[in-house]
C-alpha cells in the first residue's frame, strides 16, 4: 500500500509505507476472533495444553487401535481364503504374472514417488514448525496417543 504524492516531474513519487508494524499490531486473526485469539501458547496454561493434546492424542490413538485391528483382521483373513481356495483347487495362480505385475507396479511408484518429494519435504517441514512452536500440546498428544494404543 502506497499513499501516491503530487508528482514534481514527469515521474510519480510514491511514498513508502512501513506495513511490517503494522502486521505486528493488527494480526488477520484478531479481525476474524477477535483480541483473545492468538496462538494456542498464549491463550491457554501449560496444565491445559497438556490435556487438550493428551485427550485428543487418547482418542487419535484408541481410533487408531481399532481401525487398525479391524484391517488387519480383514487382509489377514482375506488372504487365508485365498490360500484355501488355492488349496483346495478353486482357484489356479499364475504366478509368473503376478511377479510380472508386481514389478510393473514397483516400477511405477517409484516413478510416482520421486515426482512427488518436494510436496512432501514441504509438509514435513510445516509439520515440524507446527510441533516446535506448540511443543506442550504436542508433547501432551504423543502421550494421549500411547495411552490410547494401550487401551
Known sequence: MAARREPSSDDESYEVLDLTEYARRHHWWNRLFGRNSG?????????????????????????????????????????????????????QIDWKRVEKDVNKAKRKIK?????????????????????????????GFVGGFLLGLAS
Open 39 to 91: 496462538p494456542l501458547t498464549e491463550k491457554y496454561s501449560v496444565a491445559t495444553q497438556i490435556v487438550m493434546g493428551g485427550v485428543s492424542g487418547w482418542c487419535a490413538g484408541f481410533l487408531f487401535q481399532k481401525v487398525g485391528k479391524l484391517a488387519a483382521t480383514a487382509v489377514g483373513g482375506g488372504f487365508l481364503l485365498l490360500q484355501i481356495a488355492s488349496h483346495g483347487g478353486y482357484i
Open 111 to 139: 516413478k510416482e514417488a520421486n515426482k512427488s518429494v518436494p510436496e512432501i519435504n514441504t509438509l514435513i517441514e510445516e509439520s515440524t514448525d507446527f510441533i516446535k512452536k506448540n511443543i506442550v500440546v504436542s508433547g
